[in-house]
Each structure stands twice: as C-alpha cells, then as structure tokens.
C-alpha cells in the first residue's frame, strides 16, 4: 500500500517562532488533507490539498503532486497550535481508503 | 450545517462484551467511513459505507461490523471484545469519494 512519511516526529517551538512540518507518500494520490489532533482527541481539518498551495490566517500548505510532497507552515505559534499533526492521503484509481502518517508532535511553550 | 456527531463520548466495557458505538453524518454526506486510533498512533481504517452497502474494508476481522441507515447515519459494532480493542474511534462522512472527510470528536472505548 501506499507509504506516509512525516517530518519531524517530534517538535518544540517558542510561542511566535514558525515552523514547517513536512510529509512524503510514496503514490500518485487524489486527495490529501493536513489535520490537526488537538489534545482532547478532536480531529480538526485545516486543509484538503491534493495540489497547488492554500492559505487560512497563519496556516499555509504547499502540495507537490508530481514530487509527492505537502509542506505545513505554521507562522507566529502560539501555544493552542500545540497537538498532533496528521498528513492523510487517498491514492488515485478506485476505492481507496484514507491513509494516514505517522504524525508530528508540536509542542508551544510560551 | 451540522457536523459529524458520534456517540456516546466514552465508553468501558469488560472483554468478552459486545459494544455498538454511533455516528451522524454531516448534512449531504452519503459516505461514512470508520478509523480506530490505538494511543499514539495515526486512525486506522476500518471500514467504509456508501449508500447503506459496505465497499471498502480495512485489516480487521469479522467481528468489527457495521451498518449505515438511510439517513446516512451508522453504526460500529464490536463483538467479543479484547483488551487491544481499547481505542478512539473516529467516525467520517463526505460527499463523494474523492472529496474531503470530515471527522467526529470520536468515542473513546476501553476495555477491562
């Protein structure tokens, strides 16, 4: 099946630094979506980019089809972005299933 | 517009027990799908409904089963339940198979 590969695991800012989180899938893919799993367990969608680039307030994604990559950016952290990271991706061709990463850990401190 | 409710928020049960756990899909999706997240770890996928049929299934066994009503809402149903069972399970609907899943604040299960 197809692999999702995350970078960094694990990650410690100050409040106000930026950050880039980075994801590698192995296939040809028709969906891909960045989460963010806060502390309580809630999944929370911050974007569905399959290709091309996206921004909402201080989030940004870039997503490289054909290099089989997506960049989170994470401007002026502040310690409620704090959490889980999810890249999850679906390949192209058929039923497939949504395929999740390993993750990174993001912790703000203020 | 309503998002995707699950129910109940936690849940324990003992092994051996059976469990039923819930899901609302958001308003004018007709696709649910089911992932379970053991600690630590990325959701993995369980299942998918589509139209009250099953058309995708994930590496896990017979005794996770489920069902989608024609209101699109669904249900899991764990049976003979074992301690590795213990888990967030996360309900997600959409629209189309290639648009964007929308997840539910999940239901948290352990198992005694």
């Known amino acids: 099946g197809i692999q999702v590969e995350q970078s960094p695991p694990d990650l410690i800012l100050q409040e106000g630094a930026n950050s880039t989180l980075r994801c590698n899938f192995s296939d040809s893919v028709n969906n891909l979506q960045w989460f963010h799993q806060n502390p309580w367990g809630q999944l929370i969608n911050l974007f569905y980019i399959p290709s091309g680039t996206k921004q909402n307030g201080r989030l940004s994604a870039t997503t490289v089809a054909t290099e089989r990559y997506s960049l989170l950016y994470i401007s002026s952290s502040q310690t409620t972005d704090s959490g889980v990271y999810f890249c999850?991706?679906?390949?192209?061709?058929?039923?497939?299933?949504?395929?999740f990463g390993t993750g990174t850990r993001l912790l703000v401190s203020p | 517009e309503t998002g995707v409710t699950q129910s109940p928020t936690h849940l324990i049960k003992t092994r051996g027990q059976q469990v039923t756990l819930r899901c609302s899909s958001q308003s004018g999706h007709n696709t649910v799908s089911w992932y379970q997240q053991a600690l630590g770890q990325g959701p993995q996928f369980i299942f998918q409904?589509?139209?009250?049929?099953?058309?995708g299934r994930g590496n896990f066994p017979p005794r996770f089963s489920g069902l989608q009503f024609p209101n699109y809402s669904s249900e899991l149903n764990v049976n003979a339940l074992e301690l590795d069972d213990s888990a967030l399970y996360l309900c997600a609907s959409s629209w189309a198979d290639n648009s964007p899943l929308h997840f539910g604040n999940g239901t948290r299960l352990t198992v005694t």
């Open positions: 999850a991706v679906k390949k192209r061709r058929g039923f497939q299933k949504l395929v």
């Open positions: 409904y589509y139209r009250e049929e099953e058309n």
